[in-house]
């Protein structure tokens, strides 16, 4: 994976805490233990240097060295069982080839210890990872995996180390994942040598997304000296520069203890995860000098100007406006965790929400459709960042937004922030730092990563509560310290680069040229005998993919390490003004967690297109006394968030059967309940939808992050039309959140006049925002519950105005009861299309893009059904025995398989893939494959390990009862599926595949997002849209 890591605030955003400070010493016994040790103490190899507690996040860190090798070591001691380890190595390329990027994917293909093909899928399979990945980065490339049992710790630590330290890094492993030339065909020597390789897709399937190419440039730009001038991911083009032994030299340099980081967190012994270390890893080294330091970069005297091109966008909200336009400024180092702290916060004051002066500036004259999504404060280089600017404007406007930038600094600079902006973002990292996550070790690896990479102090950057002391108090010790930073970074700033991007209708034609030229010249430098040892290794590298592995050298838990018995979550129904209500009792550490569902049941027909527009405005646009800016300004101050989406809920016993709705969602803190409901009954009583100009701003943006997200997601908007004609559910889901939504979503944004859609709205509201058809949730703590529950009932009694009874749209509504054990209490109203006729469809999306994203689905039985459970056993397992090797080993795409989902749907998919017909024919055989069961009991049991690591992930308290809430799955139903999944055997397997997959007994659905396809023209079978 390759990722470009964004501002310090969102990492904050995702670090969600624990803990309440008076329960310190009686939650925290890992943390308590780990005060015990003493810097100068030695334990296996390792000095610790620091000893510190985190209070605020409850927990101890300890930061140690490695004696021989210098490998540095930070311990994050908390009583919180899913314990994390990862490994983070300073890789600084200086050329554009990916060898990071390749290498991080290489050492991933067997070691020394581990030698067979791919542990890293393979222990997928055979663990209860609750994460497993790896991630390049500019600077660093890092590997995490989490886990809640102690002994799969042990067993992924020791194939990670031997992957990191002591890969095969054999010719095959780089031809396969990074580059190599290859007959089309592999058996066939006379057809035509193309690139393959797993990283050139990946990142031509990255670089298909044009704010992704605007990110890169704008790094490589404003960055130009050193490390940060390359693409450490590759560049598709320069990728084919990279040779087998340039990676070897690069793992040899980069991937030494002594330019490491190792992190581990959570409530497992420290000393064990040392003496495993030192044992498997650190004991065979000796001290290197890595020289992978990023030295600074020198400042320009004067400021920049660049442009760069990219390919015009189909989908952009308005076509004639494609420009972007930002203004980076360089910032101070990142090693300064104070400073970091503060220009991260002032980013935030400057450009977050309609009351910051850029938004007002920017988004509201609607100069672009949104802000470039590199805006923002970037912590990701050893020198931060901070952009700001636009998307989706016109060329004519460059002028002006660069004016309105320079204009709004000397604003701010003359103005200041209003306090209760302040207040309002102080409150946010307030929340943040109560609200709890399941992946905190995660994201604490990742708040750390950059810094600590650049010899920052990963302890001072745990310690929050000290940073925001320090920012109160300069804020008091000079009241215009803000300012004086926005005059400091950003008017004086003279290292500031204004980057433009416009886009260029031949762009794609000039880079499959430039591709073709390239094929060429490498092409035209063989010899006869060079061809020849091509068309050989093609067929080697076939063969070693198609052979069955011996995996027996790889670790793995057994089926009597899972639990047979699920951990119940218990709830108590109860109402409020006659609404039901679900309270869930949960240690949420001082929040309040407010869920409601309302039905769609009652909405007209074609209003539904409509619903998530309505649902993404509404919390958006004013009501009650309040204008937007207030209403954002209140929400604020007085909660965690507000938001309101779209939900198809597929039944559990009925495959044409589904309830609909919109849910809306808030949390808070304990004295701000009442606040909370009051935001929430002025929505409902006096939403305000008659700013047209709001809603058009609100309307451009949402377009835009559509259009955004399809080079990104294409399989689920794959996916979501293949199941589009298979269940009454599917059909709904692609109104909501399919191609067909974003196709409307850009119309709307299209429509110069958007009085209908202001009708509209307050006629979707009516229905809607109804306690008639309501249900309420709650999770809160226990002597926050009652109290929460009066609070409730005086929030029913405010909206009660708003009661109609009113009659549903389609007759057959069927009554569920929300309590299974009490049939005459309050139920949910769920559709049943009875006489739904599945029907077989194949659409293909011609789209922008290099790659394909290709998806395949069946519709099959639904979750209460027996076969469900060996359904689910054989996606997973046709998954890795199969499919991930035909479709990403073989067919070169970034990923591809098979899974069950809840509604009954049995789905195919590729990721990223530079096939497309190929790759419905990879699913058709691995149908084959599995009817013919050439799978062994250990193969089963693997399928079985990764799917039970999925329903046992750890739930946050904000979540606990959540799914019983919105789909009726009670823990007796989740029991029984367990039972069944424990159950599945062999006869099973075959039996449901040869019912089910088979051409003939099914009824599927096909849907592709991809290039121009000849193939697929001439096909009549095909919708081509
Ligand atoms: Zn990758």
Redesign the pocket.
Known sequence: ??RQTKALLPKLRSLRLHGQQSAWRLKSTSAERALQYRAGQKIHGFTVREVAPVPDLFLTAVKLTHDRTGAQYLHAARDDSNNLFSVLLRTTPMDSTGVP?IL??TVLCGSEKYPCRDPFFKMLNRSLSTFMNAF?ASDYTMYPFSTQNGKDFQNLLSVYLDAVFFPCLREQDFCQEGWRLENEEPTDPSSPLVFKG??FN?MKGVFSDNERVYAQHLQNKLYPDHTYSVVS?GEPLVIPDLTWEQLKQFHATHYHPSNARFFTYGDLPLEQHLQQIEEEALSRFQRIEPNTEVPPQPHWSSPREDHVTCSPDALAPDPARQNSLCVSYLLGDITDTFEGFTVSLLSELMISGPNSPFYKALIEPKIGSDFSSVVGYDGSTKEASFSIGLQGMAEEDTERVKQIISQTMDHIIQNGFEEERIEALLHKIEIQMKHQSTNFGLSLASYIASAWNHDGDPVQLLQISGSVAKFKQALVDNPRFLQDKVKHYFKENTHRLTLSMSPDEAYLEKQAKAEEEKLQRKIQALSDSDRKEIHEKGLELLAAQSETQDVSCLPALKMSDIEPKINPTTVQMGSAGGVPVQFCEQPTNGLVYFRAMCSLNTLPEDLRLYVPLFCSVITRMGSGDLDYRQQAQQMELRTGGMSVSPQVVPDSTQLDMYEQGVLLFSSCLERNVPHMFQLWSDIFNSPRFEDEERLRVLVMRAAQELANGISYSGHMYAMTRAGRHLTPAGDLQETFGGMEQVKFMKRIAETSDLTQVIRTLPRIKKHLLNPDNMRCAVNTTPQKLSDTATQLESFIQDVAGNRKQRKPVRANILERPLDPLDESGPSRKLICEQNFQPCQMKTFFQMPFPVNFVSEIIRTVPFTHEDYASLSVLARMMTAKYLHGEIREKGGA?GGGARMGGGGLFTFYSYRDPNSVQTLSAFRKGVDWAKSGPFTQQDIDEAKLSIFSAVDAPVAPADKGSGRFLSGTTDEMKQSHRERLFAVSHQNLVDVAERYLSPGQRTCGVSILGPENETIKKDPSWIVK
Do not use: P
Request: charged share 20%; glycine share 10%.
């Open positions: 994976m390759f990027h991080e994917h390049t797993v990283v990946e991911g970034y």
